[in-house]
């Protein structure tokens, strides 16, 4: 590919201000939307998920994180997924490589679910919310899900600097099935990847636990049709493959169980 222009976004305002779309359906392209994603990564999950709701269609091209494709670094030399080309593989193409930007920029584009129409309030209380998992609650997680590699204190220890965020979402939720209404809003998807990520880390431990809220919706959630439509198996792809090709209805399935 040419060379590339990165688009970064200041997430609070996206979230709070319209920002301009792109007629991505109207580009002389080989492929509009492009997605380098890895089908067990909570950032790459999110966008994944955003993209299908919002309808856009785009083609999925599975990554090995130890073989990355060289055609993703030329876009993205970070070498993180997820990665989204917007326009296809010519000179000039626009590169998202931040999974939040990802997922503002796709509901920014079409948003029928209505995952970004909240009051002001609401969206700033949204930004904060996703900012307190990126930051404190993802860090422990890694040392919860990586003990071994912090032997100087137990897996229980590292499990429990993960509770306070938990307590968060349980009290969040006691109002409403969902983080901030009776539906689906970007800080639901935004966040429960990683929930669920917490989760596997030891099922029986999580069980024990005492947040039925948390656990009512994260089932809602990962047994959705949704989450289980984005994490359709695809073979690791290589320059050359046939394009596989995502487009979703999302009007013929259940967001959530």
């Known amino acids: 590919m040419g060379s590339v222009a990165p688009i970064i976004y200041n997430l609070a305002f996206a979230i709070a201000f319209s920002m301009n779309k792109t007629d991505i359906h109207n580009q002389p392209h080989k492929a509009s939307l492009i997605l380098y994603t890895f089908r067990r990564c909570p950032y790459a999950m999110r966008a994944r998920m955003a993209l299908a709701a919002s309808e856009l269609p785009f083609e999925t091209r599975e990554v090995v994180l ?35 930007d990802i997922v503002v920029w796709a509901l920014e584009q079409n948003d029928p679910q209505g995952w970004l129409d909240f009051t002001s309030n609401d969206r700033t209380e949204m ?18 899900k990586y003990a071994d590699r912090h032997p100087e204190n137990s897996p229980l220890f590292y499990q429990s600097l993960c509770l306070p965020f938990l307590d968060t979402l349980e009290a969040q939720l ?62 690791q792809w290589h320059a050359g493959d046939e394009s596989t090709f995502f487009n979703p209805n999302i009007a013929a399935i259940n967001l959530v169980k």
């Open 66 to 100: 130890k073989d990355k494709p060289p055609e993703m670094l030329d876009v993205s030399p970070k070498g993180t997924v997820p990665v989204l080309v917007i326009g296809g593989e010519n000179v000039g193409d626009r590169v998202i490589d931040e999974s939040l």
């Open 127 to 144: 930004a904060e919310l996703v900012e307190s998992c990126e930051q404190q609650f993802k860090a422990n997680l890694d040392r919860y």
């Open 174 to 235: 006691m109002a409403n099935p969902y983080l901030f209404a009776d539906r689906l809003c970007y800080a639901d998807i935004a966040i429960f990847p990683f929930i669920r990520q917490f989760a596997n880390v030891d099922a029986k431990s999580f069980e024990s636990l005492d947040y039925p809220q948390v656990k009512d919706w994260l089932s809602q959630l990962v047994n959705g049709d949704l989450f289980k439509v984005i994490m359709t198996k695809y073979p």
